[in-house]
Structures are given as C-alpha cells and as structure tokens.
C-alpha cells in the first residue's frame, strides 16, 4: 500500500530522517514510535506530500507522491499533529470546505459531512465555531476530517493528545473499527496504547528503523532473556538468599522499596522460574507484592532507542546476549521513560 | 480552486477585512469625488483615482486584504492541510487570489454607476472613464498579486501588512524620487545601473542559493552595462529615471487618466500580476523543501 525507500530529509546539515525503508500493508493498524524528534512527524509529513524529501520516493498505491501528489493523496487522510483547522468557521462550513476541496462529488457531501461527524461524534456542536471548541472537540474535528470522503489509508498524528481519558478511549475504539477496512498509521507516544490498538510496529530512532515487525515479534525479542520482576515484602537480604538457589538467574538488580525490595532477575534463554521463585517466596514466609514475567512493549523500546538517550550510538541497537550486562542501568532510564510519557505533549519536530 | 475560493470569501465576509476594504475605498473615491465632481465641476471621474488621498487608501485597502492570505495559513498550521489535500499549488494561490480580486471588484463595480449619476449633470467622456475604472481595476489586481507574495513570505500579518505598505509606498514614489534625486547624465544612470546589478545578483541568490548563479548573473550584466555605456553614452542619458518611471504601476495608470488607451500599460499590468502569482506558486513550493 505504502512503500517507503531510502528516504532521506536533511534540514540544513542536520539529517531528520536518514534512509529509512519500509513498507505498510493493506488494511493493518500500524504504530508509528519513537522518542521527540526521532523523524517521525517528519515521515509522515514526506508521505503525505507537505514536505518534499531530500533523497528516496514514497510510492502510494502505485503513485510515486512526488511525482503524482494529486492522485496520491486522494488516497490519504492525515491528520497532523496540531489539527489544521479554520478557526472562523463551523466544523460543519469546514468539513464541508475540505470535502469540496478532495474533490467529492456536491450531491455526495452532505451525506459524507453528517456521516463523519457522527462517526466522530461532533454532530451536537457542529454548528458552533471552531475557535470555542475545546481542544478534544477540536482534535475530533481533525479526526473527522481525515476520514472525509472514506480514504484508503488513514494517517493520524498523536490523535489522542490532550484528550481526557474517557475521550481517549472513543477514539481508540474509533481507530480499532477504522483499522478493520482502512490502512492506519498512527504515532504516539503513548505505549499501551500502540500496544493495545496496533497490529504492527515501527519504531523509529535517530532518523532510522530499529524495528518494523508485529508487537508479538517484537516483544519476542525481549525475550530471548526472559525478565522477571518481582515486588516482595522483605530485606534484600532475605530475596538474595532465594534468588541465589536459582541457577537460571544470569543476572540480577536489587533495590530496596517502601513496600520492601524490589528484583529484577534475567533468566537464561528458554527458561521459566516464576511459579518456582513464588512458591519459595510463599514457603519463606515472605508475601510477594508483585511479580511479573511480560516483557512490555515498554522496555523493547526503551532498549531500542537506547542509544538516542545517551546521546548517539551509531550502530543499530539489537538485542543479544551481551546486553543482559545492562540490565543494572535499566533503573537508570526506567524513570526517563515515565519523563518520556509527561512530555508527550511536547512537540518532536515543529513541521 | 472553487473550494479554496469559497472558503476564502466566506471567510472575508465573516470577519471585518472586506467590509473595511470596501468602506474604505469607498469613503475616499466618494468625498474626493464629491469635491472635485460636484463642487468643484469638474465633469471627469477619472480624475478621482489619480488623487493622492485615493492612492494612499488603496495602498491601505489592498494591504489589509492581502496581509493575512498565506501568512495566517502559516501561523495557524492550515497550510499543512493545504499541502495535503489534492489540489495542486496552482489552483490554492489562484481560488485565493481570485477570492481578493473579487472583494476589490465590489467597491470598483459600485463606482462604475458614479458616471452614470455625473451625466445628469453635464456630459462625460464615457469612454476614457470607463477605460480608466478598468486600468484602476487591473492596478488594483497587481497591487493585489505583489501583496500576496510578500503575505507568502512571512508568518505575521502585521509584517507581512507593513512590507506590503512600505513596498506600494515605494512603487509610488519611485519616479519622483528618481526624477528629484538622480541626475540625467549618462555616468548616474550608469553607476545606478551598477547597484541594480547588485541588486539582481542578490535576489538570484535568495532564490537559489547558488552563488556561482549569482556571481555569473552579476557579472555578465556588469559588461554588458560597462559596454553599452563605452559604446553609445546617449542612450544612457537620463536612462535610469525614465526607466523607474516605466515601470512604475502608479504611473501608467496616469496615461489612461490623460485619455489614451495604452495597450502596453494593459499588457504590462498582466505581466505583472503573471508574475507575482508565479513567484508565490514558486515561495510555497519552497517552503515544502526548507
């Protein structure tokens, strides 16, 4: 549907996006990840004709978007990542602007207008200047413009920023439905939210792919070194003595915690010690607060775009065997992952 | 284009821009013609638009207009919608510019009945005031083109309204000021001559960023003004103000006022504004590659 090769976009001497290749198919929701600044908006932005790229070409369906921009982005429904709406007018003046403006048919536009807004559930203010809209009303509104006249691929920046929570989860609802007959690409910084609402991922950093494959895949890689975390209610002391009759610990990191001490244990590959480790926990008299074997879509991201928060590795973050060395600096970038989620609002790229 | 056109008037309407451009226009063309016209008897309309207070708030006028066309889009992220839905840039700078045409066309079209209301009272030359609303309308639909461009320059409607002022002001007193400040000798038009080439060279590297392009422009204007100067000195003779005064808009305007139909004057304005729509397809263009 969409076949991304060796873009490139330089800004100046600063290179945005460096050579980056993919290719999305039909009628899957993709995830768009990576941290501020990483090329993301970027991409998005050469995909949908607004930016011109310095090298490579973006084929739509066939359309080179270069060279045929007004067939490809017919095919195309985008949503930046601050709505780009006409404040001095209604959402229902506007809707009907953009509708003309992709060239749908006047008999057509009526019905096509009512239809998004209901699907985007803004019908009740569509007569209301957009100027006194709240932001998620506003953002809906961008929402709703995308899909006007049914397009084959939806693109949608950071749709949920800024929305409450109950909000947030409509419109995930709304882009679960969509993804059932439409192409989606959706950015975010919001991991759960890929986790929970996209099929595939590509996590970008840096300028460049570090992974393109489904969340099961990637979450998979992770777990060549199953990790274990476990909350109990003890002295480290106490954890120590159980965790060391386990030879399938490569590695461990110990924190004391107000609820008592906090482990996290890298197993051998292929192995599964989480009822073990509870019951010697139960049969020590010591309560377990928590524990959990998942591999997060969380930490595989962490671990990829490592290298953009220390300030530039060049090589391709790949997760092997030697890496397991790092897991004690994992509660280094842990808390600068939850900085991560606060900024989200903050823009990555001002395009 | 019918699109962007639409919204753009509804969009001039809805706010007070086109309302104040037409009063505006209005209010002056209709006190300076009651006073030359009506109390001073004078039987030609025309006269009207040459008058300074005119000019100036038609310079006004048209700023207002254009100040917000591209540079709102910008500072209110719309232009990203623009650059993503299909339409080719050619057709959003034309539904725009055809969108302002038709707001100055309003209080242009109500003037063309004040000749009609001055032949109750004596006799008028249809003809040359009609030529001349019409030479007023395609001075006006330059004005209009240039203030766009400069509206797609920047990100602020003030500055893009105070360049846009500063510009016509320029445009109108360019042949007094030449014909004050520069001698009629041919070494004056020639050392101007020099600083335009300068000049010339500098916008060719604004806009290409290539400073060999700019150097070779330079350069092989430089000999040939050096050789026409050495050749034939005559010619440069008051050469430099007679050219600001051709291609100065305000001026030709007056050869209609003067009552002849000056074809080249039309042809002119049309380039003009060929031009001006062209370079700001070519500025947004741009934009999609900084």
Redesign the interface.
Known sequence: MIKVSNLTKK?GSNLAVDNISFEIEKGKIYGFLGPNGAGKSTTM?II?????QSEGTVMIDGHDVFDE???A??L?G?L?E?P??????SPK?YLT??A????IKSSEIGPEVERVMERTAITGVSSRLIRNLSKGYRQRVGIA?ALLGDPEIIILDEPTVGLDPRQIIEIRELIKTLGEDHTVILSSHILSEIQEVCEQVIIISHGRVVANDTIENICLMGNQHPVLHIIAKCTPDAALAIVDEYEEVTHYAITECPDGTELELTLMPGSDITDQLFFAFAGAGIAIRYLSNRVSLEEIYLKLTETTFDGGEEDEPVITADESSDIETEEEYTPMFTGAEEKEDEDDSDL | M???Y??EL??YF??MIAYIVIALMLAFVGFVSAIFNFFGGIPFFEYVFAEGYVVMAMIIAISLLTMRSFADEKK??????L??????MKSIVMGKYLAMLTVYLIPMLIMCLYPLVLSLFGNINFLQTYSSILAQVLLGACLISIGMFLSSLTETQVIAAVMTIGTFLAVYFMPTIAATFFPETAKASFICFIFLIGVVALIVYALTKNLYAAFGTALVLEVVNLVIYLVNKDIYAGAFPDMLDKISLFNRFGEFVNGSFDLTAIIYYLSVIGVFVFLTIQSLEKK???
Do not use: H
């Open positions: 800004y932005n949908t004709g607004c930016l011109a921009p007004t067939a982005k017919k195309i985008y930046p601050i780009p709406l006409y404040t001095d007018m003046e602007f953009v003309e403006a992709k060239g413009m | 019918t699109a962007i639409k919204r509804r969009s809805g706010g209110e992220r719309t232009d990203q919608l650059y993503s839905l299909p339409l080719d999609r590659y900084s």
